[in-house]
């Protein structure tokens, strides 16, 4: 089979079996699927942000955890509809994380990652010390949502709300960066300047990047607190941070299948790993420097250099204008035989 | 609480923070890299020193010598190991290495020590606490800031006298003219690294008796030093010791008049505030873009 064939064929299959997977799975191995497809989801908001645009921002666990706050507690708290309650945590997130963007507009390089470092500890302490809000160290329990009176109870069940949120974003986003705005954030990446005297305005797209990056954030975050059922603020600290860090630079920086990847080994592995934190802080670390070091375009980068995966070209129409080219160069090769 | 007994308190965390901050500076304005591991050299430093002191049962001073020593040898290991290759690289890179490496250091920490949390004995027992005027000092801050205090004044001398001083600053200015004048520069990078990892190695033995000793300690006290060497505009190792001063001193008045649970945001929220109004620091200069 032709390597095209396969890749056209690829997802719809891959969905397929993802669809029919609860009913082989257990409620262990279930639940482990849902944290990848919740990992999926914060990925590629990360990916747009730290990926394509470049910009080395430490808030993305605060921003996460912000999302499963504002969800939990609004459940618990004022008995909202868990359906208004998801949107509204990827929208508290969204303006929250879009503040991000002033400073990232007037500084440079490492002050953006300090003033966004000071401001994830800073909600973690949030989180901590404003008690009558938050329940601080006690944490917030999350019951099941329900849809029209049918209990979503279970991870069998979350499961296919998780995965239908999850290929709505990764369709979104994969529209975003294939659009104009996902090369203006790349010409951004590379060279602020040039973005700038190409007609890009650094501002907005920046802006933009920022608020969708948190968007998923908080969407992830609304859809572990469903996931885990009860939420501390110890579960959005450093370590949260790096484990989202490693998911899209081992998965692969500035690629799609990088976030997928990424997820995929990096929610199993600490899995396998459970009660160790020592040996999954080494191996996060550890991986983290080495992947950087000898393969700084993750696992993606390596599929596609030895072609398992498809190449990904920031422009929608790059499969016409291949086949064009293609269908030009055998009208040219049928001439020649003539 | 008598406002001077907290600036005194304040002046002592203040000088732990200096050797943090200068560590981070010397590091940034040699090789461009903002270490977010020096947190853990200090931890690591830290737990030398309860080692040194606490189950081998030997002096003070030794374990700070070993602890100073070793963090200096980890340094240059680091330097020679990860960062001599990777001297071109994109600043995320950079950075994200560092964050690896952080990691990597508290799990190698919690692997002997595991998830306790270990206090180090006070050294002066049964001293009793100083009195001068109304304020009250205790030995344990004096001997924090004297080591604190010698350690940059020999510092300072290092970079003013010595051969490899000037070289370094040398390096610092100009790295491609400090090749060009036969500067082995390699040897430079290994050397302020070593030097960074050291203060932040002695601040951890310094630290040691006053704070709690656990695998995460680091995080706060590199936050303190970011703040500290933000406020100090990231280039200036003056400015990063007195932003560092200025940093323990407003904490401890905020622990002492307003409340301790604010103590531990208000280095955050320095940093958040300054890098909003002065985006370069308090005594750097507004960076010129080249283009």
């Not at chain 1, 708290?77 to 949107?87: E, G, K």
């Not at chain 2, 560590?23 to 309860?50: C, P, W």
């Not at chain 2, 400015?239 to 008045?253: D, N, P, Q, R, S």
Request: hydrophobic residues 55%; charged residues 10%; aromatic residues 10%.
């Amino acid at each position: 089979m032709r390597a095209a064939t396969v890749h056209k064929w690829f997802a719809p299959v891959l969905l397929l079996v993802l669809l029919v997977t609860p009913l082989l799975t257990d409620r262990y191995i279930q639940y482990v699927l849902n944290l990848v497809i919740i990992y999926v989801i914060i990925g590629i908001g990360l990916n747009l942000l730290l990926g394509y645009a470049g910009q080395f921002a430490f808030a993305h666990a605060a921003l996460m955890g912000i999302g499963a706050y504002t969800a939990a507690l609004l459940v618990y708290r004022l008995h909202v509809s868990f359906w208004i309650a998801l949107p509204a945590a990827g929208i508290v997130a969204t303006i929250i994380g879009s503040l991000g963007a002033l400073p990232a507009l007037r500084m440079k390089r490492v002050y953006l990652a300090l003033v966004t470092l000071a401001f994830a500890e800073l909600i973690q302490w949030v989180m901590i010390h404003w008690k009558w809000l938050t329940y601080g160290t006690d944490g917030v329990k999350l019951k099941a949502p329900e849809f029209f009176g049918f209990s979503m109870h279970g991870d069998h069940r979350t499961f296919y709300l998780l995965l239908l949120i999850a290929v709505l974003l990764y369709v979104f986003a994969k529209r975003i960066v294939e659009s104009r705005i996902g090369r203006a954030l790349v010409a951004i990446r590379e060279n602020e300047i040039v973005a700038q005297c190409n007609g890009i305005s650094v501002a907005r797209t920046k802006g933009l990047v920022f608020a969708l990056s948190a968007f998923y954030a908080g969407i992830g975050g609304a859809l572990f607190a469903v996931t885990l059922g009860f939420i501390v603020p110890e579960s959005f600290g450093m370590f949260q941070l790096v484990i989202h860090f490693s998911i899209v630079v081992i998965g692969g920086l500035i690629s799609m299948y990088g976030s997928v990847l990424g997820a995929l080994l990096l929610t199993t592995l600490p899995e396998l790993l459970r009660g160790f934190q020592s040996l999954q802080e080494i191996i996060f670390g550890v991986l983290l420097m080495v992947f950087i070091l000898v393969m700084p375009a993750g696992l993606a980068g390596l599929g596609k250099r030895k072609g398992w995966l498809p190449q990904e070209i920031l422009s929608r129409n790059w499969r016409a204008l291949r086949d064009r080219q293609a269908a030009a160069a055998r009208d040219a090769a049928s001439r020649e035989n003539r | 609480m008598d406002a001077l007994t907290l600036v005194v308190a304040g002046l002592a965390n203040g000088s732990l923070y200096a050797l943090v901050a200068l560590g981070l500076v010397l590091i940034y304005k040699t090789q461009d890299v903002v270490n977010f591991a020096h947190g853990e050299i200090l931890m690591v430093g830290a737990f030398i020193g309860y080692t040194i002191f606490q189950i081998l049962g030997w002096s003070y001073p030794l374990a700070l010598i070993a602890a100073v020593l070793l963090c200096g040898v980890l340094g240059a290991l680091i330097e020679r190991i990860a960062f001599r290759r990777l001297a071109h690289e994109h600043h995320i890179t950079l950075a994200m290495v560092t964050v690896g490496l952080s990691f990597t250091l508290k799990g190698a920490a919690r692997l002997p020590f595991g998830g306790d949390i270990y206090t180090f004995p006070p050294l002066f027992s049964d001293t009793p606490p100083i009195v001068v005027g109304t304020a009250v000092i205790s030995p344990q801050s004096l001997v924090t800031i004297g080591v604190a205090v010698a350690l940059t004044l020999l510092l300072w001398f290092f970079f003013r006298s010595t051969t490899m001083g000037k070289q370094m600053r040398a390096t610092q200015q100009n790295l491609r003219g400090a090749q060009l004048v036969g500067i082995n520069t390699g040897r430079i990078f290994s050397g302020t690294w070593a030097l960074a990892c050291a203060a932040g190695g002695a601040a951890g033995v310094l630290a040691a008796p006053v704070s709690l000793l656990y695998p995460d300690m680091g995080t706060n006290f590199l936050l303190k030093g970011f703040a500290a060497a933000v406020l100090g505009g990231f280039e200036s190792i003056p400015g990063a010791i007195v932003g560092a001063l200025i940093i323990g001193v407003i904490e401890m008045l905020f622990g002492g008049y307003i409340s301790t649970a604010f103590q531990q945001v208000s280095a955050f929220c320095i940093i958040i505030v300054v890098l909003f109004v002065r985006p370069h620091g308090l005594f750097g200069h507004k960076p010129t873009h080249r283009v």
